[in-house]
């Protein structure tokens, strides 16, 4: 087990303003949770199979805006993860390259933990790969170069690049080994910064 198992709960803030609730849940093979904005008018849910090294092996994920609903199911297929995205208009089959160490990231914040328990887990203070990136909104995935590094020697601030010149600072909490505490994100030329 790389992350401990339990529930957590997360705020979602941008400029100080809450935002949205996470709630998520981990044990020795899963990882759920649910993203919904404070108005209840969006709502993200991912359900997770981890292999017993703490790989993400298949990815369900729903999509829920007011009356409009999607949903996708993924499953990690050698170097490719597989799925098929469902929305009103129909379904789409798609297929991304997995990174040497075939990480995904399909939204919430244990994702993120993952990952960097990953890192940690080899003994690396930085790690520059590929993530198949499934997107919030659309459910579709894409194979995104990513960069990650320890910003401090006692290994409990991680600060992960998602794009150029987007990051997002992620603080572990010390007392649950590898679960993630805050996050702060730095979005260039946009919104001002989110924090959970």
């Given at each position: ?137 659309t459910l579709v995935a894409a194979s995104l170069k990513q960069t990650c590094w320890r ?46």
């Amino acid at each position: 087990m790389i992350l401990p198992p339990g529930t957590y709960r997360y705020e979602l803030r941008t400029a100080g303003a809450l935002v949205a609730f996470e709630e998520e849940r981990i044990t020795s093979l899963t990882m759920s949770g649910t993203r919904r904005s404070v108005d209840g008018a969006n709502r993200h849910e991912v359900e997770t199979k981890l292999s017993g090294d703490g790989v993400v092996q298949r990815v369900s994920v729903r999509y829920q805006r007011g009356p409009f609903n999607r949903t996708a199911v993924y499953d990690a297929d050698g170097d490719t993860l597989r799925g098929r995205v469902s929305a009103v208009a129909g379904r789409n089959e798609v297929a991304v390259a997995l990174g040497r160490y075939r990480e995904i990231d399909a939204g919430l914040t244990f994702f993120k933990a993952l990952l960097i328990a990953h890192i940690r887990a080899r003994g690396d203070e930085r790690w520059t790969g590929r993530v198949a990136v499934i997107d919030p909104n659309t459910l579709v995935a894409a194979s995104l170069k990513q960069t990650c590094w320890r910003r401090d020697d006692a290994g409990r601030l991680w600060v992960y690049e998602l794009r150029m010149g987007e990051t997002e600072t992620i603080e572990i909490d010390a007392a649950r080994a590898a679960s993630c505490t805050r996050r702060r994100i730095a979005r260039p030329h946009s919104e001002p910064a989110s924090e959970c």
